[in-house]
C-alpha cells in the first residue's frame, strides 16, 4: 500500500492567514492526488484533483500543488468557513489511501 | 439532481448481519465507480473498495477484503455494502462516493452520499 502522510496533525491559525498542509507519498503517484476538506458531522467535500486542479465551485483561495511525492494545499487567506479537516488521497493504486488529515483550528 | 442518498442508521448486535445501501440519482449509475469510504468515531478516512455496476468489477483494500462485502444492482441505480458477521470495531460511519469522471477508477469522489452509521453493540 502507498501510505500518504500529512504534516501538520493540528494547525492553529487566524482569519486572514496564509496556511499550506503538506502531504507526503511513500512512493510516486504521479499526479494522482485530492484535497477534500470535511466539516464536524459531514460528508468529505472535493477541493483539488490532479494535484493542482480546482474542482468547480471552490474558492480559489485554494490551490495545490506539486508531484510526485509531494505535495501541497494552500488557502491563501483563511476565511472562517475554511475551519475544517483536510484529506489527502492518492488515487494512483490501490488501495487508494488517505492521509491522517490536519485539523485547522482557530487561533 | 444528481446525488447518491445512503440508508439510515442501523444499531446491530455484535455477530449479527447487515447490508447498508446506496442510491444513484440524476445520472447513468451503471457508467460511475461507486467507492465505500469507512469513518471510526473521530478518526480519519479509510478507502474500502470500489464497484463498477456495469459489469460489478470490485476492488478491495487488502485491509477489508473479506471482511466486507461491495455489490451493486444497476436495475435499481444501488450499490451495497454487506457484512456477515459485525463486530464491535465495524461501529463507524460508512460513505459512498463516486469519481468524477464516468467509467474512470483512476479519479477523485466529486460527489458523496450523507453517510450511513453503524453501531455495533451488546
Known amino acids: 500500500d502507498i501510505q500518504m502522510t500529512q504534516s501538520p496533525s493540528t494547525l492553529s491559525a487566524s482569519v486572514g492567514d496564509r496556511v499550506t498542509i503538506t502531504c507526503r507519498a511513500s512512493?510516486?503517484?504521479?499526479?494522482?492526488l485530492a484535497w477534500y476538506q470535511q466539516k464536524p458531522g459531514k460528508a468529505p467535500k472535493l477541493l483539488i484533483y490532479?494535484?493542482?486542479s480546482l474542482e468547480s465551485g471552490v474558492p480559489s483561495r485554494f490551490s495545490g500543488s506539486g508531484s510526485g511525492t509531494e505535495f501541497t494545499l494552500t488557502i491563501s487567506s483563511l476565511q472562517p468557513d475554511d475551519f475544517a479537516t483536510y484529506y489527502c488521497?492518492?488515487?494512483?493504486?490501490?488501495?487508494?489511501?488517505f492521509g491522517q488529515g490536519t485539523k485547522v483550528e482557530i487561533k | 439532481e444528481v446525488q447518491l442518498v445512503q440508508s439510515g442508521a442501523e444499531v446491530k448486535k455484535p455477530g449479527e448481519s447487515l447490508k447498508i445501501s446506496c442510491k444513484g440519482s440524476?445520472?447513468?449509475?451503471?457508467?460511475?465507480?461507486i467507492g465505500w469510504v469507512r469513518q471510526m468515531p473521530g478518526k480519519g478516512l479509510e478507502w474500502m473498495g470500489i464497484?463498477?455496476?456495469?459489469?460489478?468489477?470490485?476492488r478491495y483494500s487488502p485491509s477489508f477484503q473479506g471482511q466486507v462485502t461491495i455489490s451493486a444492482d444497476k436495475s435499481v441505480s444501488t450499490a451495497y455494502l454487506q457484512w456477515s458477521t459485525l463486530k464491535a470495531s465495524d461501529t463507524a460511519m460508512y460513505y459512498c462516493?463516486?469519481?468524477?469522471?464516468?467509467?474512470?477508477?483512476?479519479?477523485?469522489?466529486?460527489?458523496w452520499g450523507q453517510g450511513t452509521m453503524v453501531t455495533v453493540s451488546s
Open positions: 462516493a463516486r469519481p468524477k469522471q464516468w467509467r474512470e477508477v483512476n479519479d477523485a469522489f466529486d460527489m
Open positions: 440524476g445520472y447513468s449509475f451503471s457508467t460511475y465507480w
Open positions: 464497484i463498477y455496476p456495469g459489469d460489478s468489477d470490485t
Open positions: 512512493q510516486s503517484i504521479r499526479s494522482w
Open positions: 490532479k494535484a493542482s
Open positions: 488521497q492518492q488515487y494512483n493504486s490501490d488501495p487508494r489511501t
